[in-house]
């Protein structure tokens, strides 16, 4: 026996299979990505009876066709990188259904262990199982675990332990009909071969595909030839991509044909209603249903939750209740970031003896940017208890099952409703929330509109200018107009991506509502401790450099040698001329001192990119100051005002700022008010979004895209806006 | 169907009975079967004895009656010979459905399957042929009450060639008219005859959507879209489009 041994954890979502993966590896688990897809892989290990045991938790899947990512990456774990053993979670109370994946699990010819979860769930809905005849049926070892209880975990190890030798024992001596003799040694006689019996009509047109790949030499140890012939019969399209041969397809299209014409239905149809044969036989055999219940408790939720009367409410209530735990419990820990960096960098600040380029990179740059990073730390966690919560008890499924007409509309997902509702509050745990979205062209649309529901940072914004520039009684309709504006070009993008390059058929809405169950703590928490952790790893980094980057963009090169002597020389005139009135003094300072961080802002290289781009920015009517802000505010939405206060220097300036207020008012005319509100709605989203983009999508191309798509389009749109509004004589 | 010909009229019409009882409540009670077939408790006991003898159900005194794999497929082939039959003669032969009903019960049990398939293609053929369809049935129907049918031959005819013009231009083929899932009012029951080829129906399928099973419509979602069916057990939701292409068989509790 091999001291190590690698073992794939395969099952249905639902079945309760990462909360076993959970029990056997405690925290001794890794995290990470398939190559080339955003499918997780999780591995962890384990001991037991001396044997190292290397644990993979494949996707949870319902089958493994082709249909989706998470199903080709579980079958090509199992056919290429060919682990030791296979288990198979199975949820004991919806047994058929999660036996379908027992059976291809079983045609693939691995060695597999069966592990009946939730047995408790299934003993008190009245199923007895005759563990014995469906372990033959299956040629399989089975064990009864009920996995939130972390019962049955020994009995687990043991089994994939023991099925582990077998197959060292098979290997051992291949000649002497190998597999098949150890295990009836085990077993007895009546093991099962593994094969099912798919009736006369598929069996005479798998066994010529079968001779045909033979002779064709394609099978190789890699496919069994027999599983390669149904696959192709079931019209899978990856395997289809890998057989080269022209005449081999032909051959296989008229098999299919011959199938469709004899048995009146499509051959995938007819297989599976074969496989789920061979399944209801069994349970018949096997499974005994002693009492009958006709409503589970879990029907009986479900009448209130997805009630045709009720069911909207409840899902507003629990959507505001995710809104209310992510933003406003989540808001004090953020005050308390913030506070905590900005102590941080005064203190460095006096600390620090002499002013320095180093010492403004430490302060500013670096204390800032991590600060930026860990701010968003406590909606991320807060919406992943959130959401860890709503999927475990199973809600989420309902959720998408109530919003699915509206989010059809545009092309979408039903689930895609949570993160865009999530992206008023912020972008960054929104985009984090697309991960419930199976397929992958949802969740791209989804990622790539998410900035333009209105989040939380543009607020500020729309504070400043809107009492700038508009009479009281136009305030709340305005912040109307601007959050509608940005959720109907967000159905527009999202129609438009949708038929344009993330073109394709919708996905089916074929989605379980899995019965309704208490989550366990450890296993929420673990959740969520996972994704803030990947968010400090993945997107901090990133969000980091940027931000650096931007400082450095603000900060250099600074001030002239002949620039720093002149203000120098004022607040030296000023000291010594106001002596007597300190008051006076320091307010005069302070002017000087706005000044100074004007013309610093100005000479930066943010400031000389806003003086370049001043024609540009021309059509919506900005000027350089409003463009060097909007440089400033990548960095985060809000930094806008703060850095319109340092252009019109009035100092540290927020949205209430009056002084600002009134700068504006002078400089710029409603309309111009306006294009910066619709401005900072579409362009750009901040440089954390982006980052987060890029980490989600796996893909810089589609962070790019996102950051160029949008700003083309918040340009086009505010410049007709701008030349439109003066055309008409609007708001001049 | 070798199983099913040597069983007697009898004991097919209690595996049909079985076969209705379980896609009912899953499992069946003798007491079950004695209601429905109204007969006494010791005949059921009795053909129930025969039928575990011959391995078509799992039975044990004081026990659910399950079907066997092979006792399923014999009374499936028993229900599709009442059906055909059934729908043959109201749609055909223009009779009522109960009587319908009570002659296929008494002729499933001997028909030989070679005219059974002739009575399934007969009915299509007047379906689809356009001398037939529905009027001419309609037709036929008047004849059988009236006896007076020919007089208006030659209107008759002429209404049918236009019709057929009509249809080459629309360039469509009459279909026969099937139940579809999403026909099913919540709380309904049906059974699946055919999933069609879509982008969906591999998903479909392999969610136990199969021919031949059972479905119970639960509800349909707040804003009228995707519905809740419960299938092998489970609760599954599907949107109304991708329920567009099951075709179902309603069953209604007789």
Not at chain 1, 345 to 362: Q, R
Not at chain 2, 215 to 232: M, N, Q, T, Y
């Amino acid at each position: 026996m091999r001291p190590k041994i690698t073992v794939a954890l395969a099952g249905n979502p639902n079945s309760g299979k990462t909360t076993i993966f959970n029990n056997l590896t405690g925290t001794r688990q890794h995290v990470g990505n398939y190559p080339g897809v955003t499918v997780e892989r999780k591995e962890g290990r384990c001991r037991h009876a001396g044997v190292d045991i290397h644990l993979v938790d494949l996707p949870g899947t319902y089958s493994l066709t082709a249909y989706s990512a998470e199903e080709v990456v579980a079958r090509n774990f199992i056919i290429d990188e060919k682990p030791d053993v296979v288990v198979d979670i199975i949820d004991a109370s919806n047994l058929e259904r999660n036996l379908y994946l027992a059976v291809q699990l079983m045609e693939l010819g691995v060695p597999l262990v069966l592990v009946f979860n939730m047995s408790d769930q299934a003993r008190a809905r009245g199923y007895q199982f005759d563990l014995d005849k469906l372990s033959r049926f299956f040629g399989a070892r089975i064990v009864e675990t009920v996995g939130h209880k972390g019962h049955g975990m020994q009995q687990l190890l043991e089994a994939v332990v023991a099925t582990a030798r077998e197959q060292d024992c098979a290997e051992a001596q291949p000649k002497s009909g190998g597999n098949l003799a150890c295990r009836a040694s085990i077993r007895g006689p009546q093991a099962s071969d593994g094969r099912i019996d798919y009736g006369p009509d598929i069996e005479a047109e798998l066994e010529k595909l079968t001779d045909l790949l033979r002779q064709s030499g394609f099978s190789g140890p890699k496919y069994n030839p027999r599983w390669l012939a149904l696959k192709l019969l079931e019209n899978d399209k990856e395997i289809r991509s890998q057989i080269k041969s022209p005449r081999l397809l032909e051959r296989v299209d008229q098999s299919r044909e011959r199938i469709e014409k004899r048995t009146g239905e499509n051959p995938e149809s007819v297989i599976a209603g074969r496989r789920y044969g061979f399944i209801s036989g069994a349970c018949q055999q096997a499974v005994r249903s002693t009492i009958e219940i006709r409503h589970t408790i879990s029907d009986r939720i479900d009448a209130v939750m997805t009630n045709r009367v009720l069911g909207l409410p409840v899902f507003l209530a629990m959507m505001y209740l995710v809104f209310y735990l992510t933003f406003t419990i989540g808001d004090p820990p953020m005050d308390w970031i913030e506070e905590f960096f900005g102590w941080l960098g005064s203190s460095v600040d006096t600390l620090w003896p002499a002013d320095s380029v180093l010492k403004s990179l430490v302060t500013d740059g670096i204390i800032g940017g991590v600060g930026g990073v860990v701010i968003f730390l406590p909606n991320i966690l807060l919406l992943f208890l959130a959401i860890a919560i709503l999927e475990d008890t199973g809600y989420m499924a309902r959720a998408a099952f109530i919003m699915d007409r509206l989010m059809h509309k545009i092309g979408l997902h039903g689930k895609s409703f949570i993160p865009m509702l999530i992206g008023f509050g912020c972008s960054v745990p929104a985009i984090m929330a697309t991960r419930t979205l199976e397929n992958r062209r949802d969740r791209l649309v989804t990622m790539l509109v998410v900035p333009l529901m209105s989040c939380g940072a543009r607020l500020p914004i729309y504070a400043l200018i809107i009492p700038a520039f508009f009479p009281k009684a136009w305030h709340a309709p305005m912040l109307w107009i601007i959050y509608m504006i940005g959720i109907l070009l967000a159905i527009a993008s999202a129609k438009l991506l949708r038929s344009t390059i993330l073109r394709g058929e919708s996905v089916p809405f074929v989605m379980e509502l899995p019965p309704y169950r208490l989550p366990t703590v450890r296993s929420v928490l673990l959740h969520m401790w996972e994704r803030g952790w990947l968010y400090l790893r993945k997107a901090g980094t990133v969000i980091l450099g940027i931000s650096i980057v931007l400082w450095a963009m603000t900060n250099f090169p600074g001030l002239s040698p002949k620039q720093q002597a002149e203000f120098e020389k004022q607040r030296q005139m000023v000291e010594n001329s106001f002596r007597s009135e300190p008051q006076k003094a320091a307010a005069l300072l302070e002017e000087i001192d706005n000044r100074r961080a004007e013309a610093a802002l100005e000479s930066s290289i943010a400031g000389r990119i806003g003086r370049l781009m001043e024609p540009l920015l021309r059509p919506m009517g900005f000027d350089w100051k409003i463009g060097t802000a909007l440089i400033g505010a990548f960095a985060a939405k809000e930094v806008f005002v703060a850095q319109m206060g340092i252009v019109y220097a009035v100092g540290e300036a927020d949205e209430e700022s009056e002084s600002l207020r009134s700068k504006l008012q002078n400089n710029y005319s409603p309309l111009v008010g306006f294009c910066i509100m619709l401005f900072c709605l579409v362009s750009a989203p901040c440089m954390a979004t982006i980052a987060i983009t890029r980490r989600e999508s796996n893909s810089w191309k589609w962070a790019l895209f996102q950051l160029g798509g949008l700003t083309a389009l918040a340009y086009v749109l505010t410049a007709c806006v701008y030349l439109g509004g003066r055309l008409l004589g609007l708001g001049i | 169907m070798t199983t099913a010909e040597t069983l007697t009229a009898s004991l097919e019409d209690y595996l049909e009975a079985i076969f209705h009882i379980i896609a009912e409540k899953r499992a069946a009670r003798p007491k079950d079967i004695a209601r429905r077939l109204k007969v006494s408790n010791p005949s059921v006991t009795g053909a129930l004895r025969l039928l575990a003898k011959k391995k078509l159900v799992n039975y044990a005194p004081y026990d659910l009656v399950t079907l066997t794999g092979k006792g399923e497929e014999a009374a499936r082939d028993v229900i599709r010979r009442h059906e055909v039959l059934r729908d043959f003669f109201v749609k055909v032969l223009a009779v009522e459905q109960d009587v319908a009903d009570k002659a296929a019960c008494k002729m499933e049990h001997s028909i030989p399957g070679v005219i059974l398939e002739r009575f399934i293609q007969f009915a299509e053929f007047v379906e689809v042929c356009p001398r037939g369809g529905s009027k001419w049935i309609a037709g036929f129907g008047y004849h059988c009450d009236y006896d007076s049918a020919m007089e208006n031959c030659e209107k008759c005819i002429a209404q049918a060639l236009e019709e057929v013009k009509k249809k080459k231009r629309q360039g469509g083929k009459k279909k026969m008219p099937v139940t579809k899932l999403k026909d099913i009012p919540p709380g309904g029951k049906c059974k699946v005859n055919r999933v069609a080829a879509g982008k969906a129906s591999s998903r479909i399928i392999e969610m136990g959507v199969v021919p031949g099973a059972l479905i119970e419509v639960e509800k349909i979602a707040p804003l009228g879209d995707p519905i809740d069916i419960k299938v092998k057990g489970y609760h599954l939701s599907l949107r109304k489009e991708e329920a567009d292409g099951i075709d179902v068989t309603p069953l209604n509790a007789r």
